[in-house]
């Protein structure tokens, strides 16, 4: 496991470690769809509870 994020392949070249930085954007981007979806779940419950209240009181 390297700590460092570049490495020297020969004098005057240096190459980045770009693997570690692409993994946490997509951890980034999970959470976001997981937010979203949560956010929108919560909200589809509420009003699809406020809508089977009235429907029940119907009767």
Known sequence: ??????TRRG????IRDEEGQSLVEYAFVVMLVALVCVGALTAIGFWLSGHLSSFAGTF
């Open 1 to 6: 496991m390297l700590l460092s994020t570049s």
């Open 11 to 14: 004098p005057g070249q240096l």
